[in-house]
């Protein structure tokens, strides 16, 4: 009977095994039966929340289209200012370089006047020329005086614009992580 007894052991091993996994199955069972089913108030109050979080996304992607489309304009205005300025450098070099040469013509010929140094020009035609050439010289120069002044002005915009770019840049970066 010893062979019996052993018999025996396993088999009340294995009916108690099975109790304790029988009744661990029960309670999580009925841990999941005891939730109550959820309220009208419940099911109210998940509505508004999402309604309210609907609201959020939604005007928060508005306003970041928005921003969007005010930063391409921005884009395009400071683009604009820029080849503005491009097209007003080559032409203040160009006076630039223009009245440095009247400049020297005029001192050349007025040395040859106040020194009395001969030239190709006729002493009857050197003061009339000299005369022509200053009036020449300060048309030069009043251009690109008008040219510096356009140039500076189209740097203070880019500027200005540049820093409404950013500002624009900033405000869409805070309401993307606003939106995150």
Excluded: C
């Excluded at 304009?73 to 300025?85: H, S, W």
């Excluded at 030239?119 to 005086?145: G, Q």
């Amino acid at each position: 009977m010893a062979g019996g007894n052993g018999r025996e052991v396993v088999m009340r091993t294995s009916v108690i095994a099975l109790t304790v996994v029988v009744l661990a199955g029960a309670v999580a069972v009925s841990g999941r039966a005891q939730r109550q089913p959820a309220s009208l108030d419940d099911i109210v109050n998940e509505l508004r929340a999402l309604r309210t979080e609907l609201r959020q996304t939604t005007g928060g992607s508005t306003r970041m289209q928005l921003l969007i489309a005010r930063l391409a304009a921005q884009d395009q205005r400071i683009g604009i200012l820029v080849n503005q300025r491009a097209n007003i450098t080559p032409r203040l070099i160009e006076a630039a370089r223009q009245r440095a040469d009247m400049e020297y013509q005029v001192k050349r010929l007025d040395d040859m006047n106040t020194r009395h140094i001969p030239s190709e020009v006729a002493p009857a035609d050197l003061e009339p020329t000299l005369e022509a050439f200053k009036n020449r010289l300060a048309h030069i120069r009043d251009v690109e005086r008008e040219l510096r002044a356009q140039d500076e002005q189209l740097a203070s915009q880019i500027a200005a614009e540049q820093n409404r770019w950013s500002d624009l840049n900033g405000q869409l970066a805070a309401l993307e992580r606003d939106l995150k």
